[in-house]
């Protein structure tokens, strides 16, 4: 499989249809691809909580059409990141506008969505995202023709349990696009290997360029193989990475090394 991870720069004063504009034209430049992912809350800045409320669409918006219409031209399957999604009033928040969420979209060669991923963990403790957003509560797989992708967003990547769930539904590929700060760039190089060694799986994680309300991004996209091996790390500014890599080593690594057979801890069994 090829995928293309897109390390937008989230540029400050470029509106929000501007860079709808822009990110869709890169995911078309990406034809030949089989997966393209895009960051977290690239529409905004993941750190531009006031602008989150403001730029609030739902599910089947105005970035799932403009994001549909670059995957149908593109041909590939497009992990559109995520966006600050408005919810059906009512939905999850006592408001009658409905609650925000932090959703990803991911959608099909034919623009349909496959699948919508509200982000569990929230980031922020008690201000920003934490506060502002609500928390989903399921988790996502999606199947392609060669892999099964697993999805995450950013924060989430510290909660190795959530990647344990995914890979018990069938995940072989961990997806997570992010908003994560430069300040903490070692976390995020550092739990990308590890969410990969621990699970046997790939990850392939899209981070964002630039700056978000005076918040420096780490960028920094960096694709994982099973054995923990870095296939591919961009570097700090806007860039799109590409990839080559097999989705079979996911199987073949299991049975070379069936670490995940031996599994004590938080399998369903009886307690005395």
């Given at each position: 499989?090829?995928?293309?991870?897109?390390?937008?720069?989230?540029?400050?004063?470029?509106s929000v249809e501007?860079?709808?504009?822009?990110?869709?034209?890169?995911?078309?430049?990406?034809?030949?691809?089989?997966?393209?992912?895009?960051?977290?809350?690239?529409?905004?800045?993941?750190?531009?909580?006031?602008?989150?409320?403001?730029?609030?669409?739902?599910?089947?918006?105005?970035?799932?059409?403009?994001?549909?219409?670059?995957?149908?031209?593109?041909?590939?399957?497009?992990?559109?990141?995520?966006?600050?999604?408005?919810?059906?009033?009512?939905?999850?928040?006592?408001?009658?506008?409905?609650?925000?969420?932090?959703?990803?979209?991911?959608?099909?060669?034919?623009?349909?969505?496959?699948?919508?991923?509200?982000?569990?963990?929230?980031?922020?403790?008690?201000?920003?995202?934490?506060?502002?957003?609500?928390?989903?509560?399921?988790?996502?797989?999606?199947?392609?023709?060669?892999?099964?992708?697993g999805v995450a967003?950013?924060?989430?990547?510290?909660?190795?349990?959530?990647?344990?769930?995914?890979?018990?539904?069938?995940?072989?590929?961990?997806?997570?696009?992010?908003?994560?700060?430069?300040?903490?760039?070692?976390?995020?190089?550092?739990?990308?290997?590890?969410?990969?060694?621990?699970?046997?799986?790939?990850?392939?994680?899209?981070?964002?360029?630039?700056?978000?309300?005076?918040?420096?991004?780490?960028?920094?996209?960096?694709?994982?193989?099973?054995?923990?091996?870095?296939?591919?790390?961009?570097?700090?500014?806007?860039?799109?990475?590409?990839?080559?890599?097999?989705?079979?080593?996911?199987?073949?690594?299991?049975?070379?090394?069936?670490?995940?057979?031996?599994?004590?801890?938080?399998?369903?069994?009886p307690h005395r």
């Amino acid at each position: 499989m090829r995928a293309s991870l897109l390390q937008v720069a989230v540029n400050e004063g470029e509106s929000v249809e501007s860079r709808r504009r822009r990110v869709a034209a890169l995911v078309r430049e990406q034809a030949g691809a089989d997966l393209v992912v895009l960051p977290e809350l690239w529409t905004t800045g993941a750190f531009a909580h006031e602008d989150f409320a403001r730029e609030a669409e739902p599910l089947h918006g105005p970035t799932f059409e403009a994001m549909a219409a670059a995957a149908r031209d593109a041909g590939v399957w497009l992990h559109a990141g995520s966006v600050p999604e408005r919810a059906a009033a009512g939905e999850g928040s006592s408001g009658g506008d409905g609650a925000l969420y932090n959703t990803s979209l991911v959608l099909s060669p034919a623009g349909d969505l496959a699948a919508a991923y509200r982000k569990i963990h929230r980031f922020g403790f008690d201000r920003g995202e934490a506060v502002l957003m609500s928390a989903g509560d399921a988790l996502v797989t999606v199947p392609l023709p060669h892999t099964t992708l697993g999805v995450a967003t950013c924060y989430d990547l510290r909660f190795p349990e959530l990647f344990r769930g995914l890979v018990d539904a069938g995940a072989e590929t961990l997806v997570v696009p992010a908003g994560w700060p430069e300040r903490r760039r070692a976390h995020w190089t550092l739990l990308a290997r590890a969410r990969a060694v621990e699970n046997q799986t790939y990850v392939l994680a899209c981070g964002t360029a630039g700056t978000h309300a005076g918040v420096p991004q780490a960028g920094h996209s960096i694709v994982v193989d099973p054995w923990g091996e870095v296939l591919a790390e961009a570097g700090p500014g806007e860039q799109v990475l590409t990839v080559d890599f097999d989705p079979a080593l996911v199987a073949k690594t299991r049975e070379q090394f069936p670490a995940l057979k031996d599994r004590v801890l938080g399998l369903d069994r009886p307690h005395r």
